[in-house]
């Protein structure tokens, strides 16, 4: 599925393969068997340099919904009041985001 993904984006931005490869400074080879479902396990640093080059960001390269709940629940509220407690503002909580879509999508994988 991410291989579908590179190859819609990339194209869509009038980009080959050989000049995604040099701007992410990532190996032709590589994305070639990404492209291709052949290699299908990237790490979240491929990930992330791949969704940069191609002006994206990781859940929309890896497929991934983002979905807003109405009503958070308690504890939910809690921690997030914790996180701000902390000095986690929500431009950190947007890195923590892309871990965690990244996370879930190598369990869906498995």
Known sequence: MIGKKIVELRKKRGMTL???????????SYISGLERNINDNPSIQVINKIASILE??????IGAEVKHQECLETEWQEF????????IDKDKIVEYKTLIEFIKWQKERD
Not at 56 to 61: A, K, R, Y
Not at 80 to 87: D, F, I, P, S
Request: proline content about 0%; overall charge neutral.
């Open 18 to 28: 050989s000049e995604l490869a040099e701007k992410a400074n990532i190996s032709k």
């Open 56 to 61: 994206v960001d990781v859940t929309t390269l």
């Open 80 to 87: 997030v009041r914790e996180l701000k407690a902390t000095g």
